[in-house]
């Protein structure tokens, strides 16, 4: 075959690259083709003999274009064979150890996973498979199921990327139904083993955290002005905590947080900000006796009635137990 003259050939290249950028933004007909790059492919008796012959050239360069059998067909970029680092293997295995089967995107992950891996040679397979996090794996491994909760947290994440409104009901802890008249929905955040709706509950006046696996039934009010969204709140408070957790870094556990004051016994006065009250509570809790909250005084007062309950249960199962 004659060698190709340089200007054909960066010819060549510039309709491979126009015809690959068409294709990134979906699949297209041979008329849609020809519309879209105009020059690039002029209209002449042998354009489909062209588009064909670059599908060709581009196969060849490891990019898969399929071609349906409709008429009139359909292309369709189905990508290409990406060359990976040990790097690259060793983060896409980090991507699915922490992706644990209750997570509510596992089958995804695992399909695009699947997709990006499937054409690993031997050695590769083996880096990707044999690696793992601190060399077991750390799967995020939500307490139940929340596959069956995909398209409600992507309905979610919807509503708060378009500042939508929302009428929700509700199952409490308790499994009581509430009806909410008027929520303004922040962001979805993960702890404690579950997914939560961060969220401002107008008929209250605050924010809470709601467990998303909880939300019966959402339906859509409206959009909100630009500008007349509510900016998320943060609750702003003090809590001591025993200098035996005070020495070196403090473990970031909410927002913000500093400390102001060192008392002569080493424990330190720590002013900080939390997302809700709910949030802060039931962190601080996880200190016992090694924090205590000091202000705001409606915020503490919410601590010591949650503190009673405890008491109040434990002292229960202590007279059965003496009984």
Known sequence: MPAVPPIYRTAIIVRLRALLDALRDGPLTRAEIIARLGAAYPATTSIRRMIDRDI??????????????????????LGSTPVYTVADLQTLAVIRDSVGPHHPYASQVAELLGRLTAGLSDAQRDSYEGHYIGCTPTPVQPAIDY?????????????????????MRYRTSHGNEILYHKVEPYAIEYYDRHYYLVAYIHTYGQSRDLRIDRILEIERLHTLAP?????RPLVTF???????????????????????????NGDVIIEAEGRSDFFIIQTLLRYRSNAELLSPPELRARMVEEVRKLAELYNDGESVTQG
């Open 147 to 167: 596959g069956p909760y995909t398209a409600q947290i992507a309905e979610l994440e919807r509503v708060i990327a378009t500042r939508w409104l929302l009428r």
């Open 56 to 77: 060709g050239h581009l196969a060849d360069l490891g990019i898969h274009i399929h071609r349906s059998g409709d008429s009139p067909p359909v292309y369709t970029l």
């Open 238 to 264: 003090r809590y001591r905590l025993a200098a035996i957790l005070a020495q070196g870094e403090l473990s970031q556990r909410f927002a913000t947080q500093r400390i102001i004051e060192r008392l002569d």
């Open 227 to 231: 500008g007349t969204e509510r900016i």
